[in-house]
């Protein structure tokens, strides 16, 4: 049985409920990969019960956290999964050892990360109301669901919040032409988070992909649909 390595995403829940094991927000699709691969679901430094850093990590400091897991678990070739965060470790870490990869899996990937509109004005205004959060902390929790989605970041110890701030900082575009491992690119056709825009222009950009869009699929489609994903594997790999 081939072996797969799964890498996960940014899902800020697990960063700050410690007691949840992350791996069951991908319980449905780990299932379905597991009936074809011996998947190794990697528990990333600061989500759920691995501790955090001593200090804030960069996107290299976690590619090089893969190298040594698969190092450990005398991993040699195999095919890697990433889905968002995860997707753009699995990017870079195919990029830096291409020959430890296989077959290249990118579920959603946050490999280009542009500032959009919606997060320059997080930026402009989250320094501009420091005064009001002290004055009203009801307005933070509201400021912070608006534009980020949750109020999770708000519970953040600082080092995952700088770690946040390295990751997002980090655009991949330039290193995409250069990866050589054939890679399968997955993404649903109303994701918000990382839009398909993007997945049209990494498949662009990467030269032995190929681009499967799950039409009516969000960020996280692999709980409504799992079979989508690994069939679509099992066919193009």
Same mark, same amino acid.
């Given at each position: 049985?081939?072996?797969?390595?799964?890498?996960?995403?940014?899902?800020?829940?697990?960063?700050?409920? /410690?007691? &949840? #094991? *992350?791996?069951?927000?991908?319980?449905?699709?780990?299932?379905?990969?597991? !009936?074809? $691969?011996?998947?190794? +679901?990697?528990?990333?430094?600061?989500?759920?019960?691995?501790?955090?850093?001593?200090?804030?990590?960069?996107?290299?400091?976690?590619?090089?956290?893969?190298?040594?897991?698969?190092?450990?678990?005398?991993?040699?070739?195999?095919?890697?999964?990433?889905?968002?965060?995860?997707?753009?470790?699995?990017?870079?870490?195919?990029?830096?050892?291409?020959?430890?990869?296989?077959?290249?899996?990118?579920?959603?990937?946050?490999?280009?990360?542009?500032?959009?509109?919606?997060?320059?004005?997080?930026? /402009?205004? &989250? #320094? *501009?109301?420091?005064?009001?959060?002290?004055?009203?902390?009801?307005?933070? !929790?509201? $400021?912070?669901?608006? +534009?980020?989605?949750?109020?999770?970041?708000?519970?953040?110890?600082?080092?995952?919040?700088?770690?946040?701030?390295?990751?997002?900082?980090?655009?991949?575009?330039?290193?995409?032409?250069?990866?050589?491992?054939?890679?399968?690119?997955?993404?649903?056709?109303?994701?918000?988070?990382?839009?398909?825009?993007?997945?049209?222009?990494?498949?662009?950009?990467?030269?032995?992909?190929?681009?499967?869009?799950?039409?009516?699929?969000?960020?996280?489609?692999?709980?409504?649909?799992?079979?989508?994903?690994?069939?679509?594997?099992?066919?193009?790999?």
């Amino acid at each position: 049985m081939e072996k797969l390595v799964f890498l996960h995403g940014w899902i800020n829940k697990y960063i700050v409920e /410690k007691d &949840k #094991n *992350i791996e069951e927000f991908y319980k449905e699709l780990i299932e379905e990969l597991k !009936k074809k $691969f011996e998947v190794y +679901f990697v528990v990333l430094p600061g989500f759920s019960q691995n501790p955090e850093p001593s200090k804030p990590l960069s996107l290299d400091d976690y590619v090089n956290y893969v190298k040594d897991y698969v190092e450990k678990n005398n991993l040699e070739s195999f095919y890697l999964m990433g889905h968002s965060f995860g997707g753009q470790i699995a990017c870079k870490f195919a990029y830096l050892y291409p020959e430890k990869v296989r077959f290249l899996i990118l579920y959603n990937p946050a490999c280009i990360r542009k500032q959009s509109l919606k997060f320059k004005l997080f930026s /402009k205004f &989250k #320094n *501009i109301g420091k005064i009001l959060f002290k004055i009203c902390p009801f307005f933070q !929790k509201v $400021f912070y669901k608006i +534009f980020s989605g949750s109020t999770y970041y708000l519970k953040f110890s600082d080092v995952m919040k700088r770690t946040m701030q390295n990751i997002i900082q980090e655009d991949l575009t330039e290193i995409l032409p250069h990866i050589k491992v054939k890679t399968l690119i997955i993404w649903g056709g109303k994701d918000r988070i990382t839009p398909l825009k993007y997945g049209k222009l990494i498949n662009n950009l990467i030269p032995n992909s190929k681009l499967v869009i799950y039409k009516n699929g969000n960020h996280s489609f692999h709980k409504e649909n799992p079979h989508f994903i690994v069939e679509q594997l099992m066919y193009n790999y």
